[in-house]
C-alpha cells in the first residue's frame, strides 16, 4: 500500500491547521514554511479541501483557512478521500466494472488479501481524528494473531 504525498501532505497540512488555527485564520504561506511543502501545492490541495467541506477560507486581512469541524470530528480517512487518494492496496481498478487486474480480467491470487488491506486501513483512518494526532492518541494496531503459529516451522 503507498500513500502518496497528496494524502500524506493534506494530513500534515490539516494538522498544522488545527494547531494553528484554533483561534485564527491560518495562511497557506505559513503552513507551507512549516510543514515544508511547496505553497502552489497546497493551493491545489486546499482547494480540493475546501470543496470537500473540510476547511473554509477567510478573506480579508488577517485572512486564510480553518477547520470546518472540529479537530476532534475530523477524521483522516475524509481528509485522504478529499484529495482524492485512495485508499486500497489492490491493482485493480475500481472502475472496472468488478473485473480483476489480470490479462483475461480475472482476480489474481492475492486479491482478497490486498482487499482486506485496504478495508483494515480505511477503518484504521476513519476512526482517528485530527486531534488524535495532535494530542497522540492513535489507535494501537491491532495485535497479530499469531497463536499457533510455529515459528521454527516457517523458517
Not at 82 to 110: F, I, S, W, Y
Request: aromatic share 4%; with cysteine; charged share 25%.
Amino acid at each position: 500500500m503507498r500513500l502518496s504525498t497528496k494524502g500524506r501532505y493534506a494530513v500534515m497540512a490539516m494538522t498544522d491547521l488545527a494547531r494553528h488555527g484554533e483561534s485564527r485564520a491560518v495562511s497557506l504561506a505559513e503552513i507551507a514554511t512549516r510543514q515544508e511543502i511547496s505553497l502552489s501545492y497546497l493551493e491545489q490541495l486546499f482547494a480540493r479541501l475546501r470543496k470537500g467541506g473540510l476547511v473554509r477560507s477567510v478573506r480579508g486581512p488577517g485572512g486564510g483557512y480553518r477547520l470546518a469541524a472540529p479537530a476532534q470530528a475530523t477524521v483522516i480517512s475524509a481528509i485522504v478521500q478529499a484529495v482524492d487518494e485512495p485508499l486500497r492496496a489492490t491493482r485493480c481498478a475500481q472502475h472496472n466494472g468488478g473485473r480483476g487486474c489480470m490479462a483475461k480480467g480475472e482476480r489474481c491470487l492475492t486479491h482478497d488479501l490486498w482487499d482486506a488491506l485496504s478495508a483494515q486501513i480505511e477503518d484504521y483512518l476513519s476512526h482517528i481524528t485530527l486531534a488524535d494526532v495532535l494530542n497522540g492518541r492513535l489507535r494501537p494496531a491491532p495485535a497479530a494473531d499469531t497463536a499457533g503459529f510455529d515459528r521454527t516451522a516457517a523458517a
